[in-house]
């Protein structure tokens, strides 16, 4: 069962797991589009979720320069 994150109302959307791995290594799934890794473990993997989402909360225009992004090849 899913609940509401702190601050949130009314109908729980659906999450998808942002942790996914590929060739034994583990990356995660932003909301902006972008997938950032590789780790060498899941728990690796939870910890950079965590330093991202401090990093987003700290710098609130990198979300749409990210978003901006996130569709383009270098």
Not at 4 to 9: A, C, I, P, Q, V
Request: one cysteine or more; glycine letters at 8%.
């Amino acid at each position: 069962m899913q609940y509401n994150r702190n601050g949130e109302l009314g109908h729980v959307p659906s999450r998808s797991d942002r942790i996914f791995q590929q060739q034994n290594y583990f990356y995660y799934h932003t909301r902006e589009g972008i997938d950032i890794g590789p780790f060498d473990s899941e728990e690796d993997a939870k910890k950079g979720i965590c330093e991202f989402i401090e990093f987003m909360q700290a710098s609130p225009d990198m979300s749409a320069t990210l978003s901006h992004y996130s569709g383009k090849v270098a």
